[in-house]
């Protein structure tokens, strides 16, 4: 008999060893096989959660091509996961197979591939077969569901139904629990009264800061500068929202600003055609939510535009903002030379609708639910085996699990955002089912979403050069790791999984004309796979992480409004104002959700890192490194910029982009 040496990682259930049967079998390439044997838990060390024993065999099995899992249930099921094993062969050689999987069944089997990864068309017919089946398997699990008409499509599964491998471990559940039961929870509401009461004025918002520390002084600052131009202005560079901003080319014929209206507060002495020329005119324009009707009387929406002017210090300041995509006499153009309160509610309703397209469109669409696509092919058409199920995986991590947890408890009807923005139900689907009708592949792209805009030269544009160094490095470290496995464009070509994979993100977008159904070259591959990367990680964390930052303070960026705008000028006063903003309760409720928002993981795993022995080739090892290394780089640039900033931007440090979209 020949002795191989095992030893087996796991963590998260100790007790199913004792509860369960688990056995182990070691397999050749020809399927021959050692002994089965039982996996004791008296073996686990005191401090590492490790088995170590021997398999006995009756011949040499050679290479070591796949270990069989068994679990066999006793009295009680218990659920049982495995990280990865190593096999030591009588002749020196290591194998590595890296599972990260559970075995839930009563009486389950698995087969877990040698950590290599494998092109399909590289395989025998016999482990060509078995991935077959293994997709075959995966695809009656991971089902797509439309959860809303016109929405990407989504897991067809609830959040107590969700595959074990995709659901939150104990620890993040408990975290996200923990979160959410201190930002909204009854013990938090009840030391405030009169939820649907206005508050009496400004300062009394602070109130509801009390609870929460504010980490640095950016809240601060905005508490103290909120209602002055050159900070309305900033945020549409670097706030929670850095998308709608876009160069002005020409006034649209709904917007009609005349010079003379402007012409004290463009100070190179030239006129509002010349500036636009220049180049020195921007526009966010709020379209996407006109005819939306608000989702109760007691609450307001509307569609805002809004002109803003580069000065010559390179501030980004508001220059004229309509409060509807219809011009007239009810709809008046407010100017920064009317009337303090105009002026200061005009502001208001544009950054209130600001709120609500950037957390249906720039964070639940084109983050969230985006991802949760990729994460769901991945599933369906990349094998345990292939590279690029081996590279995505840490970027998909938690996402199906958050959707679902957000269908069920934040976006639903009756959900926590219908409490405290202006949209809810069908006026949501509304909005989604118009966002999708621009939702391209290339707007995906970093680098063409910006030139698309017109963004390319804006001075002070931190999310963008931040955001093009991450880009970058991503692509880089891609490409390098394309190039391990793929030896030509023919070899992409060939690739009967990932061409699959890609027809199926397609399919998932119900949006599959503006998606690619295949890739033909190296570089197309590179690009896609970083377009997945990039939006799980950096988009993600820049569009997410500042809410506390910048909505914290509820007047700055009101969650909804409760008065209609106004149709006339010099009719408002400090008491409409205060009347418009949200009352206690739904600002209570909406500062919680932001804070609850805006939390880390106490364990986060931040981009650039693969943990548990997720590749074993070192090739891709040393790609890793170098990934890591340039993205430390990026750290030391932005941390070095940052050190000059009044307000720094760090959305987009490497050492702040958790890896996927987990909150």
């Not at 890296?98 to 877990?112: A, D, F, Q, S, T």
């Not at 990026?634 to 050190?643: A, D, F, H, Y």
Request: glycine share 4%; with cysteine.
């Amino acid at each position: 008999m020949l002795t191989y040496k095992v030893l087996i990682s796991t963590d998260r259930q100790r007790t199913a060893e004792t509860k369960n049967s688990i056995y182990l079998t070691l397999l050749d390439s020809n399927n021959q096989s050692s002994e089965r044997t039982l996996v004791k838990k008296s073996r686990f060390g005191d401090t590492e959660r490790e088995i170590s024993f021997d398999v006995s065999a009756k011949k040499d099995l050679g290479d070591i091509v796949q270990v069989k899992l068994e679990k066999e249930k006793h009295f009680v099921n218990f659920q049982w996961f495995c990280k990865h094993i190593k096999v030591k062969t009588p002749s020196e050689k290591f194998f590595e197979f890296p599972c990260h999987r559970w075995l839930v069944g009563k009486n389950e089997v698995i087969i877990i591939r040698e950590g290599s990864a494998q092109l399909p068309q590289d395989d025998t017919e016999l482990l060509k077969k078995q991935r077959q089946e293994e997709l075959k398997s995966r695809r009656k699990t991971f089902r797509w569901n439309e959860w809303r008409p016109g929405f990407p499509m989504s897991i067809d599964a609830k959040m107590d139904e969700l595959p074990s491998e995709v659901k939150f471990d104990k620890e993040k559940s408990l975290d996200f629990e923990l979160n959410f039961m201190k930002a909204i929870g009854d013990s938090f509401l009840d030391k405030f009264k009169g939820f649907i009461q206005s508050w009496k004025d400004l300062a009394d918002f602070e109130k509801i800061l009390e609870d929460f520390k504010i980490k640095n002084t950016l809240l601060e600052n905005v508490m103290q500068d909120w209602s002055k131009d050159y900070m309305f202005g900033y945020q549409f560079l670097n706030g929670c929202n850095p998308v709608m901003i876009r160069k002005c080319m020409n006034l649209p014929d709904n917007f009609p600003v005349r010079h003379e209206m402007v012409d004290g507060f463009l100070k190179r002495g030239a006129t509002l055609q010349e500036e636009i020329k220049a180049g020195n005119i921007y526009i966010a324009d709020y379209k996407i939510l006109d005819g939306v009707p608000a989702s109760s009387t007691r609450h307001y929406l509307t569609a805002p535009i809004c002109l803003l002017y580069k000065n010559r210090l390179d501030q980004i300041l508001p220059l004229a903002i309509q409060l509807s995509q219809n011009p007239g006499e009810k709809s008046p153009i407010f100017l920064p030379s009317d009337n303090e309160y105009d002026w200061m509610l005009a502001k208001m309703w544009v950054k209130s609708s600001d709120f609500n397209v950037h957390q249906l469109v720039t964070h639940l669409l084109k983050t969230h639910l985006i991802s949760e696509v990729f994460e769901i092919a991945m599933y369906r058409q990349l094998s345990a085996v292939h590279p690029i199920h081996t590279l995505l995986k840490p970027h998909v991590r938690f996402t199906i699990a958050i959707n679902a947890e957000a269908r069920e408890k934040l976006v639903s009807d009756g959900g926590v955002f219908s409490k405290i923005s202006s949209i809810a139900g069908a006026e949501m689907v509304k909005v989604i089912k118009r966002a999708m009708k621009t939702l391209t592949y290339e707007s995906l792209c970093f680098p063409e979403a910006i030139k698309a805009r017109g963004m390319e030269d804006m001075p002070k544009y931190f999310y963008r050069d931040d955001g093009m160094k991450i880009w970058e490095a991503i692509n880089c470290f891609v490409s390098a790791v394309v190039e391990i496995y793929y030896d030509s464009d023919e070899t992409v070509q060939k690739d009967v999984e990932i061409q699959e994979f890609v027809k199926d993100v397609s399919f998932g977008m119900n949006n599959s004309d503006k998606f690619p159904k295949s890739l033909k070259t190296r570089k197309e591959l590179a690009e896609y796979l970083t377009v997945v990367i990039f939006t799980a990680s950096a988009q993600h964390a820049a569009v997410n992480f500042g809410q506390f930052d910048w909505y914290g303070w509820i007047p700055n960026s009101p969650s909804t409004m409760r008065k209609p705008p106004p149709e006339q000028k010099g009719q408002v006063d400090m008491k409409y104002i205060m009347d418009s903003l949200p009352d206690r309760g739904c600002s209570i409720k909406a500062l919680g959700t932001v804070w609850a928002l805006s939390q880390f993981q106490k364990n986060e795993l931040f981009l650039g890192t693969y943990p548990d022995m997720c590749f074993t080739e070192q090739p891709v090892k040393e790609a890793i490194k170098t990934f890591r290394k340039k993205l430390d780089e990026v750290t030391n640039i932005i941390k070095s910029r940052n050190e000059e900033l009044t307000l720094d931007y760090c959305y987009l440090s490497p050492d702040q982009i958790p890896n996927s979209v987990a909150v």
